[in-house]
């Protein structure tokens, strides 16, 4: 499993855009790239998985450049609400593959 | 989707006795994964459990100190043994979405504080 590297915190306003990058340089080719987001007191959440170039979805955007060996979270004009940990994980889209989470980058957001 | 629920949500045990928490998927689901995350910390894998077969526990987890029962697809449960306050942590399962995409949804997670 390929080893991420995240900034430790990452600090924002609201309204502001916030992108978290990840280092994963040993990623495989059947790799696939997950974020998860985690309030406090609750189980992480799914929030944007991709492969290759860019994906987004209504929550957040992933880039990943075509060597693939790191890869950016955006997250547009954060909110309050936004405020939490957020992961980076790397492994193989198999069915049964249980999740390796590395420490995260936990993102503060003030008004 | 699936909807994922835990009990008890929280606890406070003394050292020495077990506790058993309970994880209820609304689903059928052929794996379930534990999980443990210490104050402030990230995530790690216990074990994987898989209905019919014997769970499979990561380097660091043993089934004596947290054995793992899976009757059945919607149901598993974690016991944490001869608690020590070290022991003291927030319990998660998760089970995998098999409709393509293979991510996990979590449980809200039982919070432990052995004393």
């Known amino acids: 499993l390929a080893k991420t590297t995240q900034p430790i915190s990452m600090d924002s306003y609201e309204g502001q855009e916030v992108n978290i990058t990840c280092s994963h340089n040993?990623?495989?080719?059947?790799?696939?790239i997950t974020w998860y987001q985690q309030f406090p007191s609750q189980g992480p959440r799914f929030i944007i998985q991709?492969?290759?170039t860019k994906v987004t979805n209504e929550v957040a955007s992933l880039f990943i450049p075509a060597d693939r060996k790191s890869s950016t979270l955006s997250l547009p004009r954060v909110s309050l609400s936004d405020t939490a940990v957020y992961y980076c994980?790397?492994?193989?889209?198999?069915?049964?593959?249980?999740?390796?989470f590395g420490k995260g980058t936990t993102l503060s957001v003030s008004s | 989707s699936a909807v994922i629920s835990q009990k008890p949500s929280r606890d406070i045990c003394q050292r020495g006795t077990s506790l058993t928490i309970q994880c209820q998927v609304d689903?059928?689901?052929?794996?379930m994964f534990w999980y443990r995350q210490q104050p402030g910390q990230s995530l790690t894998l216990i074990a994987t459990?898989?209905?019919?077969?014997?769970?499979?526990?990561e380097s660091g987890f043993v089934i004596d100190k947290f054995p793992i029962s899976r009757p059945n697809l919607t149901f598993s449960t974690l016991t944490v043994s001869n608690l020590s306050p070290e022991d003291s942590s927030i319990y998660l399962c998760?089970?995998?979405?098999?409709?393509?995409?293979?991510?996990?949804?979590f449980g809200p997670g039982t919070r432990l504080t052995v004393t």
């Open positions: 998760s089970v995998e979405d098999l409709q393509g995409s293979y991510e996990q949804y």
């Open positions: 040993n990623i495989a080719t059947n790799d696939y």
């Open positions: 991709g492969y290759k």
């Open positions: 994980l790397v492994g193989d889209d198999q069915a049964g593959t249980a999740l390796i």
């Open positions: 689903s059928q689901v052929t794996m």
């Open positions: 459990a898989n209905q019919g077969s014997e769970a499979t526990y």
